[in-house]
């Protein structure tokens, strides 16, 4: 290779933490830095382009957010008395608590302890213009904004905005792109290290030397053979969220020079989306196909009963654990029950399609792909018996404590009775977003060898990272973990080019 083609790093993937560590890196020193994206510039930025770009993030007062969004107290009355508070012990308990105590402790502590100050990077270097998240998290209570905890910011224009974001910024310090080349393989030398990167493009196969590789490519969700051999065959089958693009090459050619595979490899974060949508789901409706109000409602499974507690928690901490178990139910659907009393609380991507409507429950069945319909009123006859009125607490801003009794599963929050007319039903099945199995990596993003040894010259960051999430998952935190990682990684291959 000559010269021409030696870059001081070298970066495989263009989502958000991919995208963040070659600006990092840049930040840092390195100025020859390329981005191989193996996507089409018309499809470029991994799943980043499909998320709802908030950001999850600990701060121990409001007036903290307040620093990150300037205005926001103007756009909304009463802004800071509508968020609590959300320390990082906060934020550490939720991750083990949704993880069962499984994440990774010193990885999980290292986000974190990171995480305010990425946001702060992303906006200041990184060049994100932030917004409130208020579409996503907020519930109005009288004249305030009630707002999810640490989830009060996202990217302007969520995912789309992220994207083009960083893309810009890139731009504007002369990072290199390559759109359309694939990287198939990592370069070693004599001494173990990662030397380079070998890709291919419409032209043929090329190879880059590089002082630094960071793989930031994603996992294998969008790959149905390895779904099906990690996650089982109802994943195999599942309809993918994101980008079609990430099929687990840098996970394989990482895993090829002797990378250690790390984390929950059968575990993914599946989302409950409309069961109307295609296998992929369209790129100009990013993540438009979510049905994530689940929490004021009654759902039911093809065979007519119930099959989670629907109020376990905030949908934000229960909704990439669902979408799976929507998976694993007759014909990987269930139907959304809603009455008049809480469909004004449906988030507004649910106006991306129309809603079953009837004025009975009996009438609403009757329309329903549901095969045992006489036990789906059962079920709804039960749960009724079983629930609350509205007036007993029902608050949508919390988990209210509002809970049915008596129950083989009952409903432990927003418990309330679904007697109102007009009702109202949507289909939902899980749509997969990412895998969370991955590589292990130190403190400073470098990957480990199956031999416990760093492997020189090669750093992973975003979905590639494995052991932060397990069996669930705290929206907001990937993207945090993205650029979290993708920052650390970015700047110690700038640090340690040759």
Same mark, same amino acid.
């Given at each position: 290779?000559?010269? =021409?083609?030696?870059?001081?790093?070298?970066?495989?993937?263009?989502?958000?933490?991919?995208?963040?560590?070659?600006?990092?890196?840049?930040?840092?020193?390195?100025?020859?830095?390329?981005?191989?994206?193996?996507?089409?510039?018309?499809?470029?930025?991994?799943?980043?382009?499909?998320?709802?770009?908030?950001?999850?993030?600990?701060?121990?007062?409001?007036?903290?957010?307040?620093?990150?969004?300037?205005?926001?107290?103007?756009?909304?009355?009463?802004?800071?008395?509508?968020?609590?508070?959300?320390?990082?012990?906060?934020?550490?308990?939720?991750?083990?608590?949704?993880?069962?105590?499984?994440?990774?402790?010193?990885?999980?502590?290292?986000?974190?302890?990171?995480?305010?100050?990425?946001?702060?990077?992303?906006?200041?270097?990184?060049?994100? !213009?932030?917004?409130?998240?208020?579409?996503?998290?907020?519930?109005?209570?009288?004249?305030?904004?009630?707002?999810?905890?640490?989830?009060?910011?996202?990217? @302007?224009?969520?995912?789309?905005?992220?994207?083009?974001?960083?893309?810009?910024?890139?731009?504007?310090?002369?990072?290199?792109?390559?759109?359309?080349?694939?990287?198939? !393989?990592?370069? /070693? =030398?004599?001494?173990?290290?990662?030397?380079?990167?070998?890709?291919?493009?419409?032209?043929?196969? !090329? !190879?880059?030397?590089?002082?630094?590789?960071?793989?930031?490519?994603?996992?294998?969700?969008?790959?149905?053979?390895?779904?099906?051999?990690?996650?089982?065959?109802?994943?195999?089958?599942?309809?993918?969220?994101?980008?079609?693009?990430? &099929?687990?090459?840098? %996970?394989?050619?990482?895993?090829?020079?002797?990378?250690?595979?790390?984390? &929950?490899?059968?575990?993914?974060?599946?989302?409950?989306?409309?069961?109307?949508?295609?296998?992929? @789901?369209?790129?100009?409706?990013?993540?438009?196909?979510?049905?994530?109000?689940?929490?004021?409602?009654?759902? %039911?499974?093809?065979?007519?009963?119930?099959?989670?507690?629907?109020?376990?928690?905030?949908?934000?901490?229960?909704? @990439?654990?669902? =979408?799976?178990?929507?998976?694993?139910?007759?014909?990987?659907?269930?139907?959304?029950?809603?009455?008049?009393? /809480?469909?004004?609380?449906?988030?507004?991507?649910?106006?991306?399609?129309?809603?079953?409507?009837?004025?009975? %429950?009996?009438?609403?069945?009757?329309?329903?792909?549901?095969?045992?319909?006489?036990?789906?009123?059962?079920?709804?006859?039960?749960?009724?018996?079983?629930?609350?009125? @509205?007036?007993?607490?029902?608050?949508?801003?919390?988990?209210?404590?509002?809970?049915?009794?008596?129950?083989?599963?009952?409903?432990?929050?927003?418990?309330?009775?679904?007697?109102?007319?007009?009702?109202?039903?949507?289909?939902?099945?899980?749509?997969?977003?990412?895998?969370?199995?991955?590589?292990?990596?130190?403190?400073?993003?470098?990957?480990?060898?199956?031999?416990?040894?760093?492997?020189?010259?090669? +750093?992973?960051?975003?979905?590639?990272?494995?052991? %932060?999430? +397990?069996?669930?998952?705290?929206?907001?935190?990937?993207?945090?973990? =993205?650029?979290?990682?993708?920052?650390?990684?970015?700047?110690?291959?700038?640090?340690?080019?040759?």
């Amino acid at each position: 290779m000559s010269n =021409g083609t030696h870059y001081d790093v070298v970066v495989v993937g263009a989502g958000n933490a991919a995208l963040a560590a070659a600006i990092s890196a840049h930040e840092n020193g390195a100025e020859r830095v390329l981005v191989l994206e193996k996507a089409p510039r018309d499809m470029r930025g991994g799943n980043t382009h499909w998320s709802g770009g908030v950001l999850r993030f600990a701060f121990d007062d409001p007036q903290e957010v307040g620093e990150i969004l300037p205005d926001a107290h103007k756009q909304f009355d009463n802004f800071y008395e509508g968020i609590s508070p959300y320390t990082k012990d906060d934020y550490l308990g939720d991750l083990r608590r949704v993880s069962s105590g499984r994440t990774d402790p010193e990885m999980s502590e290292l986000l974190v302890s990171s995480s305010q100050a990425t946001v702060r990077w992303m906006q200041s270097v990184g060049k994100i !213009e932030m917004e409130p998240a208020v579409t996503l998290s907020a519930v109005r209570k009288g004249n305030t904004m009630v707002w999810a905890r640490g989830l009060i910011v996202r990217a @302007a224009h969520e995912g789309v905005g992220l994207s083009r974001s960083w893309f810009s910024t890139a731009g504007e310090r002369g990072i290199e792109i390559r759109y359309g080349a694939a990287a198939t !393989e990592l370069i /070693t =030398g004599g001494d173990g290290g990662v030397r380079g990167v070998r890709f291919r493009t419409d032209d043929g196969y !090329e !190879e880059v030397e590089a002082g630094g590789v960071v793989l930031g490519a994603g996992g294998f969700e969008a790959n149905v053979q390895m779904r099906t051999q990690y996650l089982g065959s109802l994943i195999g089958a599942a309809k993918v969220r994101g980008t079609p693009h990430n &099929q687990g090459d840098g %996970l394989r050619m990482a895993m090829a020079i002797g990378a250690m595979p790390w984390g &929950q490899w059968s575990g993914c974060h599946a989302t409950p989306i409309s069961a109307d949508w295609g296998d992929f @789901a369209p790129r100009e409706m990013t993540d438009r196909s979510n049905r994530l109000s689940y929490v004021y409602s009654v759902m %039911l499974n093809r065979k007519g009963r119930r099959f989670v507690d629907e109020g376990e928690d905030a949908a934000l901490f229960t909704y @990439a654990k669902f =979408g799976r178990s929507i998976l694993a139910e007759p014909g990987a659907k269930a139907w959304q029950i809603f009455d008049s009393q /809480t469909v004004h609380l449906l988030e507004p991507r649910y106006q991306t399609s129309d809603p079953i409507v009837a004025d009975t %429950l009996e009438e609403l069945v009757a329309q329903l792909d549901i095969e045992d319909k006489p036990q789906a009123l059962r079920t709804l006859a039960e749960y009724n018996a079983a629930a609350k009125d @509205a007036a007993e607490g029902f608050d949508a801003t919390r988990p209210d404590g509002v809970s049915t009794t008596g129950l083989a599963l009952d409903k432990t929050n927003w418990g309330i009775r679904i007697d109102k007319p007009p009702f109202y039903a949507y289909s939902a099945t899980g749509g997969i977003t990412f895998t969370f199995g991955g590589l292990r990596v130190n403190r400073d993003a470098q990957v480990v060898g199956t031999d416990w040894r760093v492997i020189p010259g090669l +750093y992973c960051c975003g979905e590639m990272l494995g052991g %932060l999430f +397990y069996d669930n998952y705290p929206a907001g935190t990937g993207l945090v973990s =993205g650029a979290t990682f993708g920052r650390i990684a970015g700047r110690n291959a700038a640090r340690a080019r040759n």
